[in-house]
């Protein structure tokens, strides 16, 4: 899943492509270098960022949906309002990627029943002007499951299809440091709820923390700064993370330059093919020798 940020001040790539037009292109070059979805959003959601209205959030996306639409692309819209979602669908999306798993508005679950889109239903706990403060967990990985699972019984009751949904564990978003480890490192957590999970660490706050580089403290009586990673800076290990999702049977990785995760991806799959074959030849060695009894000696 590539992303298209249509957004003045989003962390990643500081409007870049806010105009359509650039928008678009660089949607396309997404697909050229390997990505099956491109997800428009037109609200950022980096930490401390506050909202835009909803006429200007329709007005950055629906327009650019609708032309890489036109141009043979599978197109998901990156919103938390239900008014944006259904637009954006009736432009062509066919996936709907809500950060708040619809809690920010009380209308996605119906709109996304209505619609049929696939929906992405992220762990969220609050906007980006807030959700650091609500940084708190007994433990991180059995949280965020259990918050999931109520995500998807609410849904249900809204209409929405358990097959519709794709589970994201919410990297970043009320999860500054290194508690987004503990969620990768136990994506089974997630699986076992019975859904796909996308996972979208690209260019993220806690990849700067672990990449950083010290600056300074040189002089006796001074300390080091220790400065993160830019963002442009944390493409070689979002393709890491990429590479061992993939193998931890991850559905989709989201990212903002897709050619390296999608061949850390490609390297994934063969990694895993060649795994599952080596167990299923033991196992089918260990069931003839299980038929046949230990050899005489």
């Not at 599978?74 to 809500?98: K, L, P, Q, W, Y």
């Not at 996972?199 to 400065?227: D, N």
Request: proline share 4%; with cysteine; charged share 25%.
């Amino acid at each position: 899943m590539g992303v298209v940020n249509v957004t003045p001040d989003s962390f990643s790539d500081g409007g870049q492509w806010f105009e359509p037009g650039a928008a678009v292109q660089h949607g396309l070059e997404l697909l050229g270098e390997g990505a099956d979805i491109l997800d428009v959003g037109g609200e950022s959601t980096r930490p401390g960022a506050g909202r835009v209205p909803e006429e200007q959030e329709l007005a950055r996306v629906v327009p650019v949906v609708e032309r890489l639409v036109a141009a043979g692309a599978v197109v998901s819209v990156d919103t938390t309002r239900a008014r944006v979602a259904e637009r954006a669908v009736a432009a062509g999306a066919r996936m709907v990627n809500d950060v708040s798993g619809g809690l920010a508005d009380p209308d996605m679950g119906r709109a996304v029943a209505e619609t049929g889109a696939a929906y992405v239903c992220m762990h969220w706990r609050g906007h980006a002007d807030v959700m650091d403060s609500l940084e708190v967990y007994d433990d991180v990985v059995a949280d965020v499951r259990d918050e999931l699972d109520a995500r998807l019984a609410a849904l249900e009751a809204d209409g929405v299809r358990r097959e519709q949904v794709v589970l994201d564990p919410g990297l970043g978003f009320s999860k500054s440091g290194d508690l987004n480890w503990p969620l990768l490192a136990h994506l089974d957590a997630l699986h076992a709820l019975g859904r796909p999970v996308l996972v979208g660490a690209s260019r993220k706050r806690f990849l700067g923390r672990l990449l950083a580089t010290s600056r300074g403290g040189l002089r006796p009586g001074t300390t080091a700064e220790v400065a993160p990673a830019a963002p442009l800076a944390r493409d070689d290990a979002t393709a890491a993370i990429s590479a061992l999702a993939a193998a931890a049977g991850a559905w989709a990785v989201r990212v903002h330059a897709a050619r390296a995760s999608h061949d850390a991806v490609r390297v994934a799959a063969a990694w895993t093919a060649a795994r599952d074959a080596t167990d299923s030849t033991d196992e089918q060695t260990q069931q003839q020798t299980d038929q046949q009894g230990e050899p005489s000696r």
